[in-house]
Each structure stands twice: as C-alpha cells, then as structure tokens.
C-alpha cells in the first residue's frame, strides 16, 4: 500500500491574520502520558469536478481556521520546569497540508474494513510519533482516489484538544471552506483556558480510580496483542438492533432501569470481544472510554472549551462474570462508571494524573471512543458530506464511528487477534447478545 499512494506537495500553512506570539501552558489532563499521540480522523468523499479549485479553498479555509485556533499551528514542548506538564509554543509556525494522489483506492473501498491494520497508513503520510520532537500537531493530507473522490485525513494531536474540541475545529474549518459561516459558528467562542481544569483545593484520598490500578495478567494479555497479527473488522448496528439490545438489557435487569445505546452496545461488544479472546474465567477485564465532563464540573466550562475535558470510565469484572451474567450485568457496569464521575471525582482524577502521573493500565483492557456523537458525518468542505467516516488505521482501539445517510446507525471498528477473529464477528453479530 506505501507505494500505491504518491504525494505530490507539501505545504506549511500559516494563519491568515496576525497571532499572538506566546507560550500557553497545558492543563493537567491534557499533559497526561497516554494522550501524546495524534488523533487520526478519515473522512472519504464522492468524486470531486474541480480539484484544483477544491485544493485551493481547502488550504485558504485552514489558514483563517487557524486564526482562532492559533495554537494548532504552534509547537508542543515539555515546560521548562519539568515534571511532565507540556506547553505550546506559538509563534505561527504552521500546520502541515499534504496532497497526494492513489492510483489503487476508490470510495467503495472504504464500505469494509481493511485487510490489515495499516492498509490506508499513508493517507496520512506524516505519523508524528512523538509531538515534543517539534513536529506540527496539526497535519492534514488530501488524497485524490482513482474513481475521482477525495480523502481528507486529519491528525490533530490529543495533548492539544479531545475529540469534541478538534470536531468543532472541523467544523470551523468546513464552513469557512464553503465560505458560509452559520450562526452557531458565528457565535461559538473558542475557549483555551486550560487553568480551568488544573489541580485546585486538595480532594479527598477516598475516592477509588480502578481505570489506573493494576491487575495481574493471567494469560500472557499484553504478549498476545503485540505479538499476534491484529484482524480490523467492521460490523454497522442499525436503529433497530440498538433497541432489541436496549430491551435485553432492560427485560433482564431492575425494574425501571433504562440504558443509553451507548451503553448497551460497549457492554455488548465488549463481552463480545472477551468472549472470543478465550481468556482465563478469573482474568479481570477492564472496559474504558471517555466521559465529557464539560457539564459535570462545578462550576460548567464554557461553551467552546477545546482542551481534554475528559476522564476515563471503568467498567470492571472478571471474565467469568461477564460471560455468564450477561448484557444486564455490563451494561449495568457501563451505567455505574458513568454516574460515579461527578466533580469532587473529576478534581480527584486531576490530582492522580498531576502528582503521581497516574496512567491507565493495559492488562485485560478494551478501550472504546465514541465518534459517532462528534457531527463527523455531517462535514461538508464545499463537495458534499463524506461517503466513509473512520480512522486512518483501523487497531486495537474500538472506535464507534457514525454511518453516512443513516443517523440511527453506528459502526464499531475494532482490530481483534487473528485467532479471535471468526468468533468475535460471529459473537458480535448474533442475535443472543
């Protein structure tokens, strides 16, 4: 696949007005170890009449985007005073725009999963591995398809911004490409203010974080993963089956108990995914995923805040539990790790990842990120909205990505050893969840 896609230039791009020249400081949870890697949006178009005129607007679109979001177009360093804590250095030195062309992908290849893990690595040819070497933390790359559609992959790096803050910098970026900026971009404000979520009064030590405590690993859990080929696999729920799992859920457990269809659907490929891994019954298995606390801090950050406004909830069991209890039992699991984040937790979490650099453990562990909230399917550059929404590699992590012209549906991708394979996607497509 490496040499079936060419690019053809590289450019630097700049903000378009004036910027301040300063060094921003990095919040606690955005200085966090495990989140220096680059978020890597893949969004496939239909094909495109005029790609000269089209590669123009997108690159004049970036550098006004990069206006309000001027630290994007910095660089991120370890602050002088060590520690860990991080910050951006903003001096306009720009993103990086790449245009390439493929004489082997078209729109229907992205309808499946593809067959390896990095089989569109190079729609994003830059893979900043590490931030702090001075790489720009904002790389974009427009790929031209053989059938005429485009590829836009996005890397924004994750110490600078979660996904609901670099989703609205899309959006951003999107309308100014269409050169019609709606009211709600015209009144959104662009919040850095990452002093808002830095360690404040001491809370208490009483407060249990399981997502960053350690648990032994009885089956050779992390040997498996980095030594067995990873299988990328794409399974699309539809409105319909997320009810029929919703009402398992809910005929099984407590009367009166409602589940999101998030929380169903985690709690059903989760058990999915540990069923077909074959692990020792007394393994402990962790499922995690991000939970917003914009609203559940006191007081709420404001509209526009595109730092990490994120912790990380832990559904927690034994592998024996999880198979024989049930959807009712994980979703139940799913459900509590969300209401036990309020914010004398959240202030708690900001003490562990500040003092004692607490980090979350990979042993047992899925971890699940919900794109389908983020309005991803809904960019529109000036050539209609994407065909595909995904990540550019397709790994380990479980992404839950929304379906083009189906707003009910949802798609989970996720890599799964190769031995595990056939029965995960037997299990996670079965009627009997």
């Known amino acids: 696949m490496g040499s079936l896609v060419h690019v053809k230039e590289a450019t630097v791009i700049t903000p378009s007005d004036q910027t301040p020249s300063c060094v921003l400081s990095l919040s606690a949870l955005d200085s966090q170890l495990f989140l220096r890697f680059t978020i890597e949006y893949l969004l496939v178009y239909s094909p495109v ?83 702090l070497a001075g790489a720009p933390p904002l790389v974009l790359q427009l790929t031209w398809l053989r059938d005429g559609g485009a590829a836009l992959a996005v890397g924004v790096n994750h110490c600078l911004s979660d996904g609901i803050g670099s989703a609205e910098f899309l959006s951003l970026f999107a309308e100014l490409s269409r050169d019609s900026l709606s009211q709600t971009e015209l009144k959104r404000r662009h919040v850095w203010d990452r002093r808002l979520l830095n360690p404040s009064s001491p809370v208490r030590d009483s407060l249990n974080h399981p997502e960053f405590n350690r648990v032994p690993d009885l089956c050779g859990f992390v040997n498996r993963f980095n030594a067995e080929r990873l299988v990328p696999t794409s399974v699309v729920f539809e409105k319909q089956r997320l009810l029929e799992l919703k009402k398992l859920a809910s005929r099984l457990g407590e009367s009166g108990t409602k589940h999101t269809s998030f929380e169903v659907l985690s709690a059903h490929v989760w058990r999915s995914w540990a069923r077909s891994l074959n692990l020792p019954s007394n393994q402990t298995v962790k499922l995690l995923f991000s939970i917003n606390v914009r609203d559940r801090v ?45 914010d004398d937790y959240v202030r708690s979490v900001v003490e562990a990842v500040s003092k004692v650099k607490a980090c979350p453990d990979s042993v047992g562990v899925l971890i699940i990120s919900q794109w389908s909230r983020l309005g991803l399917e809904k960019l529109d550059f000036g050539f209609g909205k994407p065909v595909h929404v995904g990540s550019v590699c397709c790994d380990r992590y479980c992404l839950l990505v929304p379906v083009p012209e189906r707003s009910d549906a949802v798609k989970v991708m996720v890599a799964v050893p190769s031995s595990a394979v056939d029965s995960y996607e037997n299990l996670v497509t079965s009627p009997n969840a």
Do not use: I, M
Not at 55 to 71: G, N
Not at 305 to 329: I, M, P, S, W
């Open 49 to 131: 009449s005029d790609p000269v005129s089209l590669s123009d607007r997108l690159k004049s679109a970036l550098s006004r985007a990069l206006v309000p979001y001027f630290p994007f177009s910095g660089r991120v360093r370890e602050k002088p005073t060590g520690g860990g804590s991080l910050e951006v250095n903003c001096r306009g030195q720009g993103a990086l725009f790449l245009e390439a062309v493929t004489d082997h992908l078209t729109c229907l290849d992205f309808h499946k999963a593809p067959r390896h893990v990095t089989s569109w690595r190079k729609l994003l040819s830059l893979n900043v591995v590490d931030v």
């Open 298 to 342: 006191k007081p709420s950050l404001p509209a526009g805040f595109y730092g990490n406004a994120f912790v990380v909830g832990c559904a927690q069991t034994t592998v024996k539990d999880l198979t024989e209890k049930g959807l009712r039992h994980a979703a139940k699991l799913v459900k509590q790790a969300k209401e036990r984040v309020g």
